[in-house]
């Protein structure tokens, strides 16, 4: 009943259970990558402060130790978790890699855990 109208997203976001999560290293610290698309991410944060008028280089390393260089911008943070918006993204193919490996180990893109 809300009046408040949803963008639509432009890109499919994985979700991360936690013990799978891939990682992040930005501004020489580690992070837990909570979903992932071809042109964001959003991640786990502790004392993180990153300036949201400038690009930030970033790697993303997956379960098979396989890395992705990406670039991208603060639109979002708060304390728990912040999100980039990737100028220099995530592969289409590493994104579907990603989403086979989830249905292969959960059986859904789904968390584990939702009742929906």
């Known amino acids: ?22 990682k992040i290293y930005i501004a020489n610290e580690t992070y837990s990558v909570i979903n ?46 912040m999100v980039l918006q990737l100028s220099e993204g995530v592969p289409l193919q590493r994104i579907m890699n990603e989403q086979r490996f989830l249905l292969n180990k959960y059986g859904t893109l789904r968390q584990p855990l939702d009742k929906k």
């Open 36 to 81: 992932l698309s071809e042109g964001g991410v959003k991640f786990e944060v502790r004392n993180l402060d990153l300036k949201a008028d400038k690009d930030h280089q970033a790697v993303i390393v997956f379960y098979n130790s396989d890395k992705t260089e990406v670039v991208g911008s603060v639109i979002r943070s708060d304390k728990m978790s």
């Open 1 to 22: 009943m809300g009046s408040k109208k949803e963008k639509p997203r432009n890109y499919f976001r994985l979700e991360y259970p936690p013990e799978v999560r891939p």
